[in-house]
C-alpha cells in the first residue's frame, strides 16, 4: 500500500508542490516499481502489443464478408444516335421508291432525313448492395498465423524494453549511491583538514606555529571545496537521470534509501547462486521469432502460386426517365450471383525471385543467430569473470579501508603529541580517503557488472 501511494503522489502532485515538499526516501524496487509503470518506452512498447493484436483482427477481417452500398446518377448530355440498314429484299417488306433503298429510306424521313435513331433517356438511376467472400485464399489464411508471430514478437519486444529500463534504473540508482558515498566521503576529508588548519591557527595565535603552516593548511583545505562541487553536481545529475527514467518531474526531491556498503552483506550468496544460461536473452528472442517470420513469408510467397476462388453477389434497383431527375421513378431490381476463379500462370517472373530473395533471407538468419550466440556467450563468460574480481576487489578494498582507517588513527595521536609531522597526517588522510573512494568504486563496479549479467541472461525481475 506504501509503495502504491508513492506512485499516485508522484503523478498527482503538481512541480511548485514538489518542490517545496519534504525529501522522501526510495529504495531501488520502489524506483523500479515507478519506472515500470509510469516510463514511455514501457507505454510505447505496450500500444504496440494493442496495435498489432488490431491488426490481426484486421487480417481475420478479409476472411469474412464484404458488403457495400453503392448509388450512381447519370445524366445524358446528348443521347446517342442509332443507325439501322432494313433490306427486306424478296420478303416484300418495305416499299420501293425507285432509289433501290426501300424501307431505309423510310426510316431516314422519320428520323430528319439521315437515317440516325436517337436512343436512351435523360436520367439514370443506379443504387444497390454489392457482397463478395473469399472461398479459397490461402495467402489470407497464412497471413493470421503472420499476426500471431507478430504478436509474440511485439510482446519479446516489450519485455526488451522491460529488461533495459530495469538495467538503466538500476545504474542510474547505483550511480546515484556512488555520488551521494563519495560526497560523504570528500565531505569528511574536508572536515579532517579544516579541523587541522583551525588547530594551526590557534597554534599560530599562541606562537606555536608558523604562518606557513597555516597557509599551508589552508591550501590544502581548500583544494577539497572543488571536489566538494564536483560530488554536488553528481549527485544532482544522477538524481535528475533517475527522475528521467522513473518519468515522474524533476522538481520531485527524494534521496535514496540504502548506501553501497549494504549491498556488501549479500554479494557473496549472489556470487554462488550465478548462471549462465542466455536462454532467455532477448535478442536471441528476437532473431528466433524473426526467423519464423521469415519462414512463414516464404511459405506466404509460395502460396501466391495457388489458385484463388471469390464468391460474389449483388442486389440493384435502376431507374431511367426523362424531364426532372426526381420524378417519374421507375425502379426495377435486377440482382446476380457468381463465383470467380484466379489462377496466377505468368508475372514476369516477380512472384518466382521474390520467393528465392525470401528464401536466401530466411538462410542468413541462421548464420546471423550462430554469430548473435557466439558474442552472447563471449559476454556472460566476461561478466561472470567481472563479478568474481569484483568480489575479490571488495574484500581487498575493505580491508584496506580498516588498514587506513587504522593508520589515520594512530597518526593523529602522533601528530597531537609532536611526533609526526603534518605532511605525515595529510598523507594518511589521503590514503584513508583514496581507500575509501576505492572500496565504493569497486562495490559500485560489482552491483553495474551484476546487473549487465542480469540483462544478458534476461531473467530481471519484472514483477515490480
Not at 293 to 313: C, D, G, I, N, Y
Not at 329 to 344: H, N
Amino acid at each position: 500500500m506504501y509503495y502504491k501511494n508513492i506512485a499516485v503522489g508522484l503523478m498527482l502532485l503538481s512541480a511548485p508542490m514538489l518542490a517545496c515538499a519534504e525529501s522522501v526516501q526510495l529504495s531501488l524496487e520502489e524506483c523500479l516499481r515507478i519506472a515500470l509503470s509510469d516510463n514511455p518506452t514501457v507505454k510505447v512498447a505496450d500500444m504496440e502489443v494493442e496495435r498489432l493484436d488490431y491488426s490481426k483482427k484486421e487480417v481475420i477481417g478479409q476472411l469474412l464478408p464484404t458488403i457495400d452500398f453503392g448509388a450512381n446518377y447519370n445524366r445524358t448530355l446528348e443521347k446517342q444516335t442509332m443507325y439501322m440498314s432494313m433490306d427486306f429484299g424478296d420478303m416484300g417488306g418495305g416499299s420501293d421508291n425507285g432509289d433501290g433503298e426501300g424501307g431505309a429510306a423510310t426510316s431516314r424521313a422519320r428520323s430528319g432525313g439521315d437515317g440516325g435513331i436517337k436512343v436512351g433517356l435523360d436520367n439514370s438511376w443506379s443504387l444497390g448492395f454489392q457482397a463478395s467472400l473469399p472461398l479459397i485464399a490461402p495467402q489470407i489464411w497464412k497471413s493470421v498465423a503472420v499476426s500471431d508471430t507478430q504478436i509474440l514478437r511485439s510482446l519479446e519486444a516489450a519485455r526488451q524494453s522491460r529488461q533495459a529500463l530495469v538495467d538503466q534504473v538500476k545504474s542510474a540508482y547505483y550511480g546515484l549511491l556512488l555520488a551521494q558515498d563519495s560526497r560523504i566521503v570528500i565531505q569528511e576529508s574536508y572536515d579532517m583538514a579544516r579541523l587541522t588548519h583551525e588547530t594551526y591557527v590557534k597554534q599560530a595565535a599562541a606562537g606555536a606555529a608558523s604562518d606557513y603552516d597555516v597557509l599551508r593548511t589552508s591550501v590544502a583545505m581548500k583544494n577539497i571545496e572543488p571536489e566538494i562541487i564536483q560530488a554536488d553536481i553528481a549527485i544532482k545529475q544522477a538524481r535528475l537521470q533517475l527522475l528521467v527514467l522513473m518519468g515522474v518531474d524533476s522538481a520531485f526531491e527524494f534521496e535514496a534509501a540504502t548506501k553501497l556498503a549494504d549491498y556488501e552483506k549479500t554479494m557473496y550468496d549472489e556470487v554462488f547462486a550465478l548462471e549462465s544460461d542466455y536462454s532467455n536473452n532477448a535478442d536471441l528472442k528476437l532473431l528466433d521469432i524473426d526467423t519464423k517470420l521469415l519462414e512463414q513469408q516464404v511459405a506466404m510467397k509460395k502460396l501466391a502460386f495457388v489458385p484463388t476462388l471469390a464468391l460474389s453477389a449483388n442486389y440493384n434497383w435502376t431507374s431511367m426517365s426523362n424531364g426532372s431527375p426526381v420524378k417519374n421513378f421507375r425502379w426495377s431490381p435486377y440482382s446476380m450471383v457468381g463465383i470467380t476463379l484466379s489462377v496466377p500462370i505468368f508475372h514476369g517472373g516477380s512472384r518466382w525471385n521474390s520467393l528465392k530473395a525470401a528464401s536466401i533471407q530466411a538462410k542468413e538468419m541462421s548464420w546471423q543467430r550462430a554469430n548473435l550466440e557466439r558474442s552472447i556467450s563471449m559476454q556472460v563468460d566476461i561478466a561472470i569473470d567481472n563479478i568474481k574480481l569484483n568480489v575479490k576487489q571488495i574484500a581487498s578494498s575493505a580491508e584496506s579501508v580498516s588498514e587506513a582507517d587504522r593508520a589515520h588513527t594512530i597518526m593523529e595521536k602522533s601528530f597531537e603529541i609532536g611526533a609526526a609531522s603534518y605532511l605525515d597526517l595529510r598523507d594518511s588522510e589521503l590514503s584513508l580517503t583514496r581507500a575509501r573512494l576505492a572500496y565504493y568504486q569497486s562495490i559500485y563496479n560489482y552491483l553495474i557488472a551484476g546487473s549487465k549479467l542480469e540483462l544478458l541472461l534476461g531473467n530481471a525481475k519484472l514483477e515490480y
